[in-house]
T-cell receptor
C-alpha cells in the first residue's frame, strides 16, 4: 500500500471548520482515499472515501487535489464529539485490507 | 445487535497461556478482518477472511497466532503461549464484501498478558 503523511495533531475550537490534510505523493491510479476516525476507547469508524472527485456526506467533505497527491478532510463545524484520531488510508481498488498509519489526533476546545 | 461484537471485552492471562478471542460480524458480511492496536499506534493488520477462507494472513506475526472462521460468520483469533508483548487491543471488523466497501469495527478486546 502507498504511504500517507499526516500531522501528528491539530487543534480546533468548537463550531469552527477543521481541515485535516493528508499527503500521498506515491498514490497509484487505482488507490481510493479513505478516512476513518477513532474516538477514545472505540474501534475505528468510517468517515468518507473518494477516488478523484470531491465527496460530501453527512459527516464530512473530502477534497482531493487535481493531481491526487494530497487530500483534505473537512469537518464543517467541529463539535467536542469530533475529538478523535483521524486516519487517511490509501486502499487499492482490488485489495481489501486497510493499512493504518498513526493518524492525526484532533483536539477540540469548547 | 446491529454492530460487530467482540468478546470478551477484557482478558487478563498469564504468560505462556492460550487465549481465544471471538468476533461476531454484522450478519451477512462476507469479509472479516482482525487487527491489533498498541498504545499510541494505529491498528495493525493481522488477517483478512473472505467467507470461510483466509484471503490474506500476511499480518500474523508468527505461528503462535491463528484465526478461523469455519462457517463464514463468527471468527476466533487464537494465541498460543502468550507473551507480554502480545498485550494490545485486538480489533475485529467486517464489511459486506471485500474491496472498497465500508468496514465496521467492533469495540475490541483488551488483552493483557502478565
Amino acid at each position: 500500500d502507498a504511504k500517507t503523511t499526516q500531522p501528528n495533531s491539530m487543534e480546533s475550537n468548537e463550531e469552527e471548520p477543521v481541515h485535516l490534510p493528508c499527503n500521498h505523493s506515491t498514490i497509484s491510479g487505482t488507490d481510493y482515499i479513505h478516512w476513518y476516525r477513532q474516538l477514545p476507547s472505540q474501534g475505528p469508524e468510517y468517515v468518507i472515501h473518494g477516488l478523484t472527485s470531491n465527496v460530501n456526506n453527512r459527516m464530512a467533505s473530502l477534497a482531493i487535489a487535481e493531481d491526487r497527491k494530497s487530500s483534505t478532510l473537512i469537518l464543517h463545524r467541529a463539535t467536542l464529539r469530533d475529538a478523535a484520531v483521524y486516519y487517511c488510508i490509501l486502499r487499492d481498488r482490488g485489495y481489501s485490507t486497510l493499512t493504518f498509519g498513526k493518524g492525526t489526533m484532533l483536539l477540540v476546545s469548547p | 445487535g446491529a454492530g460487530v461484537s467482540q468478546t470478551p471485552s477484557n482478558k487478563v492471562t498469564e504468560k505462556g497461556k492460550y487465549v481465544e478471542l471471538r468476533c461476531d460480524p454484522i450478519s451477512g458480511h462476507t469479509a472479516l478482518y482482525w487487527y491489533r492496536q498498541s498504545l499510541g499506534q494505529g491498528p495493525e493488520f493481522l488477517i483478512y477472511f473472505q467467507g470461510t477462507g483466509a484471503a490474506d494472513d500476511s499480518g500474523l506475526p508468527n505461528d503462535r497466532f491463528f484465526a478461523v472462521r469455519p462457517e463464514g460468520s463468527v471468527s476466533t483469533l487464537k494465541i498460543q503461549r502468550t507473551e507480554r508483548g502480545d498485550s494490545a487491543v485486538y480489533l475485529c471488523a467486517s464489511s459486506s464484501t471485500g474491496g472498497n466497501t465500508e468496514a465496521f469495527f467492533g469495540q475490541g478486546t483488551r488483552l493483557t498478558v502478565v
